[in-house]
Every structure is written in C-alpha cells, then in structure tokens.
C-alpha cells in the first residue's frame, strides 16, 4: 500500500510499539489502536501483515504516551488493519478519540465491534465531525460469522450499534465488506441487510466483495464453508497497492447494481470500496468510496468524490 509518513517512530521490540497516523486510505490519515486483531477473521490479510510488520505475534496495544507530541490530523480513519474496538484497542480509541475531537479532528470509523457507552456519548457530544461510523455485518447467519469472524461478537449485538448511534445523532451505515460469494450474495440475504439497515434508521450501505491473497486466502480455501465460495476468486485484479485473487467483474457488478436497486427502494445511499473495485472507479454507475462522501461535500471538505 502506498504510505507516506504524517508520524513516523522507528518500531522496538524492547519499546512500546509508538502510535503511527499515517495519510493514506481514500484521501484521509489513518491509524490502528493495536498491531494485530483478536476478531481474527479467517479472510483478512490485514491484521497480520500489520503484526508482523510491527513484530508482534499477538494483538498488542499500541503506545499513546507520545500522542501530545503530534498535531492533529484534519481527518482520521479508524482503523485500516484492525477494529477500534476489539477488547485490546476500546480503551486506546477513547483516548486517543478524546484527545483529537477537541482539536477539531474529522473521524470516520469501520468497526465489528461493540461501542463502549463511555464513547457512544463523546461521540454524540461531537457528531458534527463524525464522518461516519460504518458498523461491519454482512450477514445475519451466526454460524458462517462464528466460522469466518471467530473473535467478532454476534451480528445482532453489532447491529445495536447501528441502534445507540442513531439514538445519539451520529451518522452510521451498515458495510457488507467482505461479501462472500455463494454465502452472502444471494438475493434474500442482501435484501435482509437492506431491511436492516433501514428498519434501524442507518443511513446506508458501503459494499464491497472479498479479495484474498497469501496467507488469508489459504485460511479460506481451508474453511469447508467456503469450498464453492473460494472457486469464484478467479480474477487476479488490481487493487489499491497491488495485486489481489477476486470475484470477476460481471458478478460483482450484478451484485452491487442489487444492493443499489434495494437500497434505493428504502431511501438509503450506497457506495463500494474503491480500493477493492479499482475497475469501477472510472464509470459512474456507483460511488467508489468508502468515504461518506455526502457528509463531506455537506461541509465543503470535499468538493467531489475522493479518489481512493
Ligand atoms: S475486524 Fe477487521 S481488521 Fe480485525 S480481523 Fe476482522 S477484518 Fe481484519
């Protein structure tokens, strides 16, 4: 992935593992509260690259004693290779969340799991500057995430989340990211998602289809539930940074022009992951970011869809 350094500490084994916030995903800094995850998901090569980066062979908490030394960045995303509040990362997302909301931070945040109360109410005292918080769930079949998402919590508890931030005024969507093929693509799944995420007042969704390489694609062709799933990855397509193992084109194009049809049918937006769907970016049938794009021009920080 392309990086370029907005902090930068040299990582020791023998030091605290220092806070990086590096200006990167879709226009926009981002920054892990641990090297590592514990949710653990089968399909995710993230979280390890980062561990090993890092050199760790556990999720571990990174080091926020630094952080006073550091501006503020104008925007942060939480978090691109591990979830802000996975039981190790909670009590570093508040702190770190109470530290750069009062210096004006704008905060976009992707998690699976469950927002503390503590920090559903900072969150609600500075909702003006909440880009958005998109809560992962792609699928309402507890034994497909206990086998794909081991350490996440349950969708239903997830799905609160969509609940309390509605509740406390902060803009929140549902992401179906990964979407499997075979296991979550067919049509009465996504239209219960769709019902989801409308019935609990989300104010839409973010797609996006699964890639693999390495690592987490053979965790997946390991997995029984994934044996049809794992024969549909044929495209080795660009994504952002790389190379990647893929659904072809046609089927996710059919796929997200459903997700569009049922989500304007309930009055919600839709995007896609730009990164995952470079081939997309170019044609305007859908909305390449993972951004709220539509909070963003609201503001005028953005003038135009961002470019991932
Ligand atoms: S929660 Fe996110 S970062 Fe953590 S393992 Fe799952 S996909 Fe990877």
């Known amino acids: 992935m392309r990086e370029r350094k907005f902090v930068d500490t040299?990582?020791?084994?023998?030091?605290p593992l220092p806070i990086e916030i590096q200006p990167r995903y879709c226009v926009n800094h981002a920054t892990d509260l641990t090297a590592g995850c514990s949710f653990a998901c089968i399909y995710c090569?993230?979280?390890?690259?980062?561990?090993?980066?890092?050199?760790?062979?556990?999720?571990?908490?990174?080091?926020?004693?630094?952080?006073?030394?550091?501006?503020?960045?104008?925007?942060?995303?939480?978090?691109?290779?591990?979830?802000?509040?996975?039981?190790?990362?909670?009590?570093?997302?508040?702190?770190?969340?109470?530290?750069?909301?009062?210096?004006?931070?704008?905060?976009?945040?992707?998690?699976?799991?469950?927002?503390?109360?503590?920090?559903?109410?900072l969150l609600a005292v500075y909702r003006e500057q909440i880009e958005g918080v998109a809560v992962g769930v792609t699928n309402l079949d507890d034994e497909r995430n206990a086998r794909l998402e081991p350490g996440c919590p349950p969708a239903a508890l997830r799905l609160r989340n969509i609940d309390c931030l509605v509740a406390h005024g902060v803009a929140v969507g549902l992401r179906l990211d990964p979407l499997i093929p075979e296991v979550d693509d067919v049509?009465?799944?996504?239209?219960?998602?769709?019902?989801?995420?409308?019935?609990?007042g989300a104010l839409g969704i973010t797609a996006s289809y699964v890639i693999a390489w390495g690592r987490s694609l053979r965790r997946m062709r390991r997995e029984p539930l994934l044996a049809k799933a794992v024969g549909w990855l044929t495209e080795h397509m660009p994504v952002e940074g790389g190379m990647a193992w893929g659904v072809a084109l046609?089927?996710?194009?059919?796929?997200?022009?459903?997700?569009?049809?049922?989500?304007?049918?309930?009055?919600?937006?839709?995007n896609i992951c730009g990164c995952k769907n470079v081939e997309l970016r170019t044609s305007d049938e859908f909305r390449t970011s993972c951004r709220n794009t539509w909070f963003l021009?609201?503001?005028?920080?953005?003038?135009?869809?961002?470019?991932?």
């Not at 040299?10 to 030091?15: N, P």
């Not at 049509?187 to 609990?200: C, G, H, K, T, Y």
């Open 10 to 15: 040299s990582v020791s084994r023998r030091s």
């Open 187 to 200: 049509p009465e799944s996504l239209e219960r998602m769709a019902d989801e995420a409308a019935r609990r």
């Open 45 to 121: 090569p993230f979280a390890d690259l980062n561990a090993r980066r890092r050199g760790v062979r556990r999720p571990t908490a990174v080091d926020l004693s630094t952080l006073d030394d550091h501006p503020a960045p104008p925007t942060l995303f939480l978090s691109p290779a591990s979830d802000a509040f996975a039981p190790q990362a909670a009590d570093n997302t508040h702190r770190l969340l109470s530290h750069l909301l009062p210096r004006g931070t704008v905060v976009g945040i992707v998690t699976k799991g469950i927002i503390p109360d503590e920090t559903l109410s």
């Open 297 to 308: 021009d609201d503001r005028g920080l953005r003038a135009s869809e961002p470019e991932c």
């Open 250 to 270: 046609p089927r996710r194009r059919e796929t997200y022009s459903r997700l569009a049809a049922l989500t304007q049918a309930r009055g919600l937006k839709f």
